[in-house]
């Protein structure tokens, strides 16, 4: 039986995984939910340039909960860190579109097998609007997806096939989840690291998406 990590735990671990493969002086899209939490990861003598959608290059914490005259893509308060910006959303969207993000880290309702995100639209049910999020999966270099592995009514997010509308097809390089690391290499989908405490066949019985298991694969 998979080991059930409450929510705190299971979103931090997935964050600081994440956190720690980032490269220093990376420029960083980060999307709303655990992808937040990765600046509390980052290790010691790595710098990060994050970018928010709607516009601040070199976003750091912010320093009041409540002063919302600078905030990030989800609403939540940042600041300005020194050597920064505030940059219109013409040019934010520019520099996505461009390819200038070196990396970003968004969370899922379901990735597939051939790497395609929907992380935006239950239809009937939630439907937030697309954002940023179609633009950046497409110009940033690397995608990053940081999600639980199940849903809270057990089912897998990592699927066979997407069901929900799509964010981007074939987007996703790297799926990290509180069990394991899975990247998309040459169009397949292989597991190179797990946790330490899960038993891999337990993973890909679990699993719907079809996954292949590095033969050097690792443990965290």
């Given amino acids: 039986m998979l080991?059930?990590?409450n929510e705190e735990t299971a979103r931090?671990?997935?964050?600081s995984i994440i956190a720690s493969e980032l490269e220093d002086g990376a420029l960083v899209n980060l999307g709303i939910g655990i992808p937040q939490l990765i600046p509390n990861f980052v290790p010691p003598g790595v710098k990060l340039i994050l970018q928010t959608e709607n516009g601040v290059i070199m976003a750091g914490k912010g320093k009041d909960p409540n002063d919302l005259r600078i905030i990030d893509a989800g609403g939540t308060p940042v600041s300005v860190l020194p050597g920064g910006a505030i940059v219109s959303s013409?040019?934010?969207f520019a520099i996505m579109r461009g390819g200038h993000v070196d990396a970003t880290v968004l969370g899922a309702l379901?990735?597939?097998q051939e790497g395609s995100l929907a992380n935006w639209m239950i239809p009937q049910v939630r439907v937030?609007?697309?954002?940023?999020a179609m633009d950046i999966v497409t110009g940033a270099k690397?995608?990053?997806i940081a999600t639980r592995h199940f849903n809270k009514d057990g089912s897998c997010k990592l699927v066979k096939k997407c069901t929900l509308p799509l964010t981007g097809y074939g987007v996703a390089d790297v799926i990290v989840t509180?069990?394991?690391i899975i990247r998309n290499t040459y169009g397949r989908m292989v597991m190179t690291e797990i946790a330490k405490d899960v038993c891999i066949s337990e993973v890909l019985e679990k699993t719907p998406m079809?996954?292949?298991?590095s033969a050097h694969i690792k443990r965290f």
């Fill in 12 to 15: 931090e671990r997935i964050a």
């Fill in 142 to 144: 690397k995608v990053y």
């Fill in 90 to 92: 013409e040019l934010s």
């Fill in 3 to 5: 080991p059930e990590l």
């Fill in 210 to 213: 079809e996954i292949s298991v």
């Fill in 110 to 112: 379901e990735v597939d």
């Fill in 178 to 180: 509180e069990y394991c």
């Fill in 128 to 132: 937030p609007g697309m954002g940023g």
